[in-house]
């Protein structure tokens, strides 16, 4: 590896110093990266970066939530308790419902125009039977609409409407459908008496009145009854945290309020749920519950816990069996015997969002496997394959409905040769991807831009086939490539959406950070071993592609860069970090590589501190695109970043701005963002976060690693940031042994999900034996 001219060459070392960074315990309180002095404050201004962050404490001290930064806080080890802005601003869509909820809800409204689903395969679907109370009703109520026994709107309160999103297939005669400008979410209104009487409450108990609106949005028009009553509801307002809702609570309940309220220590395991959700944790165990609650001076945990699971705030699973009767007496009798051991059964806490989508995603990927027509005939189209790995994806892929392909970036020529086979073939095929660059980088593959879409673009019905007359997305074959990425929300929305008879391909490369949102659903499929996986044997080529691919295995070697595809600038500080961030972009690489500064992406670790994503670009905009900022801090030509619901980054640059808002060109489809959520869901976006890079790559990548970012870092972290530049990469380095520390002895933090057990209580495809 080599410098630029004028730059300082240096080298990257594999020692390994003999300290060794343990991630946090799922709820607990812990040490985020350097930006992490102090807790929010509750009236400080909002960040819409951190909404498609994924979550620090569980992949490496990034930052994730909502777009405002108050639902950072959220996280324990999230940036939330980095900055002082990290609260919600009154603007900020604190409560608004997120695509993926949405898109559920309507799908379940639907239910009764969808007919008895076609004959059941022999192999039954062991899905569901882990939950209790009201996720149990819940999904006995959306299974009996599945078999008929009850129409949809014997569980709805008012008639079923079907979403302008299901709407059938065009018709061959009907002309191709242009693609639709993106939606931006509206936000909830607040009706003014709602607004002026939370603010009363609120301001009798001390806290902002910016919360008044979040409040309203996550309580609804009796926000400030309910805060009244109970004042820890505040605790549902993304960005308060405890101490700031026991304040609240003292001022208005004086005496009559203690750490036992069990009106507290419900709301407080609420917020220990919510928190581990942003963390990517699906579900925590009881005991860690338990264990935080004492940290709030909670003085009976246990009967904490159990009184919030009977108020219903949270769900219990039991993982695990219990032996029977007849086990325990066999145990007793033959102490020896190792076949009646018993796995201890572990106890999780959960909500029931995320249980209903994991029983969901479970059951529609079981209906995949079982409702696939497995007798395909595709040896031709495997024969004609590009290379023996793409070949063997196909063969796999006629005989499943269900299949996991992993590889790196070159791996990605394997899907897109699929989709050309199948289409060849007749089948409606088409790949789906997160973002518009993954988007074109693969119809570039297939060389058809019509067999590429965004999920978001493909769920709406802004691209893709549509709907068919059931309201299932016209495809025989979906490919999902970025499937890392995936969400267990959006993985149980985009399976519902498939038809009986359906393939799906998920596909990603195991390495990168995981999901902004909560679980891991590509890591769960692959752990289960619930259907046929593929492994690429394609290598990323070049030096970038050799450095990565040592990093993806705990190595960080010194490669050869002869045409200074890699460079290393070391840096003493992070004043001298930006600068030298701002010289790479604005001098250096566009004079050795002749790659302009619009195509050079800087990515750090986190968004505050004195060298993350916010001072970035500060130092950027005044080199790259000085101005006054008269459009809510932004000009035409500004580089940002679009939130347009918690976990997308959306790049774009800005064009103008009119009385509906900030005008925006978002990889080639405008996006007006209205004027009150401009502050809340857009940013400048020069300099990403790994998280709000991961799914895209840009011809030069420069990668900024100050001396306070050094414990943000993991493998994960450093294989994306480093995976995202085509041509070159810089990297600002600036944490000595930190770095081969982080990609030697820091993996990826486990998330708790329930997803792979529930796979694996699945019946075992033929295919997949």
């Known amino acids: 590896m080599t410098a630029l001219p004028g730059e300082t060459p240096g080298t990257v070392g594999t020692d390994t110093p003999q300290d060794t960074v343990s991630p946090p315990e799922a709820g607990a309180e812990g040490p985020e990266h350097a930006e992490a002095p102090d807790a929010p404050d509750a009236s400080a201004a909002s960040d819409p970066s951190d909404a498609s962050d994924a979550p620090a404490a569980s992949e490496g001290g990034e930052s994730s939530g909502t777009p405002a930064d108050a639902d950072d806080d959220a996280k324990g080890e999230a940036e939330a308790e980095a900055d002082a802005d990290a609260a919600p601003a009154e603007a900020a869509p604190a409560a608004e419902l997120s695509e993926a909820q949405a898109e559920l809800a309507a799908q379940r409204e639907l239910r009764e125009r969808i007919e008895k689903r076609k004959a059941e395969k022999a192999a039954p679907i062991a899905a569901g039977t882990g939950l209790s109370g009201t996720a149990a009703d819940l999904l006995a109520a959306v299974r009996a609409v599945e078999s008929g026994e009850k129409a949809g709107t014997a569980f709805f309160d008012r008639p079923a409407a079907a979403p302008a999103s299901r709407r059938p297939a065009p018709s061959a005669a009907q002309p191709p459908r242009t693609p639709a400008p993106e939606a931006v979410p509206t936000e909830r209104t607040a009706t003014p008496e709602a607004l002026d009487a939370v603010r009363a409450v609120l301001t009798e108990g001390g806290a902002p009145e910016a919360l008044a609106r979040p409040a309203v949005g996550a309580l609804g028009e009796q926000a400030a009854e309910l805060l009244r009553t109970d004042p820890w509801q505040l605790l549902s307002v993304p960005g308060v945290r405890p101490e700031q809702a026991d304040g609240f609570a003292r001022a208005l309940l004086g005496a009559d309020c203690g750490p036992d309220d069990g009106r507290r220590t419900a709301a407080l395991v609420g917020w220990l749920l919510e928190r581990a959700a942003l963390q ?15 940290e709030r001076a909670v003085g009976d945990p246990e009967a904490a816990v159990r009184d919030a699971v009977e108020e219903g705030v949270a769900l219990v699973f039991q993982e695990g069996e219990e032996p029977s009767a007849d086990d325990a007496g066999a145990a007793d ?37 079982n409702t696939c027509e497995k007798a395909a005939d595709w040896a031709e189209a495997a024969a004609s394959a590009p290379g023996p790995s793409a070949a063997e994806l196909i063969r796999t892929t006629a005989a499943a409905g269900l299949v996991a392909h992993s590889g790196g970036e070159a791996a990605r020529a394997e899907p897109a040769a699929l989709i050309a086979a199948a289409r060849g073939l007749g089948l409606r095929a088409l790949g789906a991807t997160h973002s518009e660059d993954g988007r ?37 074959l979906l490919v999902v490539l970025d499937a890392p990425q995936l969400d267990v929300e959006g993985a149980a929305v985009l399976v519902e959406a498939l038809a009986d008879g359906a393939r799906l391909v998920l596909s990603g490369d195991p390495g990168v950070l995981g999901s902004a949102g909560a679980g891991r659903v590509f890591a769960d499929v692959l752990a289960s071993h619930a259907c046929p996986q593929v492994v690429s044997r394609t290598p990323d080529p070049g030096p970038i592609g050799e450095l990565v691919s040592g990093i993806g295995i705990g190595e960080l070697n010194q490669v050869d860069a002869p045409g200074k595809e890699v460079v290393i600038v070391p840096v003493r500080d992070a004043g001298e970090a930006v600068h030298r961030t701002v010289q790479l972009v604005a001098d250096s690489v566009p004079r050795a590589f002749s790659i302009p500064a619009e195509e050079t992406q800087v990515i750090t670790v986190g968004h505050g501190g ?28 500004d580089r940002v970043v679009h939130v347009p619901a918690p976990g997308r980054a959306v790049p774009g640059v800005v064009l103008s701005a009119d009385a509906e808002g900030l005008r925006l060109d978002c990889g080639g489809v405008p996006v007006v963002v209205p004027q009150e959520r401009v502050e809340s869901s857009v940013r400048h976006g020069w300099a990403l976060s790994a998280h709000q890079a991961a799914g895209m790559r840009w011809p030069a990548a420069v990668v900024v690693l100050p001396g306070d970012a050094a414990q943000g870092l993991s493998r994960p972290w450093v294989y994306t940031a480093f995976g995202r530049g085509e041509r070159h990469l810089s990297v600002v380095h600036g944490v000595d042994q930190a770095l081969p520390h982080a990609v030697a002895q820091v993996p990826a933090q486990e998330r708790t999900t329930r997803l792979r057990p529930l796979l694996e209580a699945l019946p075992t495809p033929d295919a997949a034996s």
């Open 610 to 637: 004195a060298a993350g994503t916010r001072a970035l670009n500060e130092a950027l905009k005044q080199r790259l695109n000085p101005g006054p900022g008269r459009f809510g801090g932004f000009d035409p030509g």
């Open 333 to 369: 009798g033959e102490a020896g015997d190792a076949d009646v051991a018993r796995e201890p059964v572990q106890v999780l806490l959960g909500l029931d969002r995320y249980a209903l989508a994991e029983e969901s995603l479970a059951d529609g990927l079981a209906r995949l496997v």
């Open 440 to 476: 074109r980088r693969l119809a570039a593959a297939t060389g058809d831009p019509d067999t590429a879409v965004t999920l978001s673009g493909l769920l709406s019905g802004a691209q893709g086939p549509g709907r068919d007359e059931d309201g299932a997305l016209a495809l025989d």
């Open 280 to 294: 990517g944790h699906t579900a925590l165990d009881a005991e860690a519950v338990r264990t935080a609650l004492a």
